[in-house]
Each structure stands twice: as structure tokens, then as C-alpha cells.
Nanobody, 117 residues
Framework: VELVESGGGLVQAGGSLRLSCQAS??????IAWYRQTPGTERDLVAG?????????ADSVKGRFTISRDNTRTKSTVSLLMNNLKPEDTAVYYC????????????WGQGTQVTVSS
């Protein structure tokens, strides 16, 4: 499965951005967004399973919304990020995992999100 990310950029605090991850080329299970800052590990931001179950990190609940659109040939997962804070600044990665979230099957190339104060 190939993952292609789009979106990201620079926004002021309180603003919004939308990230998209297009997954194609095979059976798509859970798609999740992770983020990473220099010197830290990648942390889960939000994920959505193949049957629509969603989960969010506590730090983004109420501000971020993940959604999924499936067609016969691809799945597109969007992450709408509202009320962005400077601490949301990171490189965001799209990940393909099994539906238990235990096995990573692939990563996107990453996209920078910068929130200015």
C-alpha cells in the first residue's frame, strides 16, 4: 500500500489546517497520524480503523477530527486540525497499521506543521 500525504504548512495559533493521506495499492486497514519533534519519538495523534473506529490522543481531543473516505481503489483519511497551538508544531506522518494497531505496514513521507504564537 502506498501512502501519499498532503496538507500542512504554517498557521497562526488558533487557526486550522487539514492533512490528507491517500492510501492505495492494496487492502487498507487502520490509517493513523503520528507526529514527531526533533529528538523525540513519534506519538500517535489520531487513527481510524477500516470499520470506522476512531481514537485520539488526549492532547487533541475536541480540536482534531479524523475522517475516512473509501472507494474501490483507495482510502483517503483526513485530519482536520482546529484551534491549533504552538505545541502542535511537528512533522506529521501518516501510518498504515493492522486494525489492532500493533503492526506497522508503512509510513508516509511526513509533512511539516508549524504553528506560530
Amino acid at each position: 500500500v502506498e501512502l501519499v500525504e498532503s496538507g500542512g504548512g504554517l498557521v497562526q495559533a488558533g487557526g486550522s489546517l487539514r492533512l490528507s493521506c491517500q492510501a492505495s495499492g492494496g487492502s487498507v486497514n487502520t490509517i493513523a497520524w503520528y507526529r514527531q519533534t526533533p529528538g523525540t519519538e513519534r506519538d500517535l495523534v489520531a487513527g481510524i480503523s477500516s470499520y470506522g473506529r476512531k481514537k485520539y490522543a488526549d492532547s487533541v481531543k475536541g480540536r482534531f477530527t479524523i475522517s475516512r473516505d473509501n472507494t474501490r481503489t483507495k482510502s483517503t483519511v483526513s485530519l482536520l486540525m482546529n484551534n491549533l497551538k504552538p505545541e502542535d508544531t511537528a512533522v506529521y506522518y501518516c501510518a498504515h497499521t493492522d486494525d489492532s494497531g500493533s503492526f506497522f505496514l508503512g509510513w508516509g513521507q511526513g509533512t511539516q506543521v508549524t504553528v506560530s504564537s
